[in-house]
């Protein structure tokens, strides 16, 4: 009967919900990203997660102030050094694929 009446199907993740109101808002969402519009500069999308050649994870994102319950905003990304910036963000993604979604790098 199923075959009748999906013509394809998507997953959003393993889990299991009590219906299909979120998974639907999240792929709309995530479809809609992509058109022209619905960002105030499409660009930005090219830093998504996924986006590039390589799927990984983001990387952390800091914020003000610099020194918060006695945790420090990583000292590269206070440097101005746009290339230190660029590959310590590019170490912690790698680091939080390794260990959140090991998966993403045993499929290269």
């Excluded at 590039?52 to 101005?80: A, D, H």
């Excluded at 050094?81 to 912690?92: G, L, P, T």
Aim: with cysteine; aromatic share 8%.
């Amino acid at each position: 009967m199923r075959n009748l009446a999906v013509s394809d199907e998507i997953s959003l993740g393993d889990y299991v919900l009590s219906g299909g109101e979120i998974p639907a808002m999240a792929f709309i969402d995530g479809v809609s990203r992509l058109l022209p519009g619905v960002l105030s500069d499409i660009n930005s999308a090219d830093s998504d997660s996924f986006s590039q050649e390589e799927s990984t994870l983001g990387f952390p994102c800091y914020t003000r102030p610099e020194k918060w319950m006695e945790l420090n905003v990583p000292e590269e990304l206070i440097s101005g050094n746009h290339q230190k910036i660029a590959q310590w963000a590019k170490n912690q993604s790698y680091r939080l694929t390794l260990t959140r979604r090991p998966d993403l790098k045993s499929e290269k």
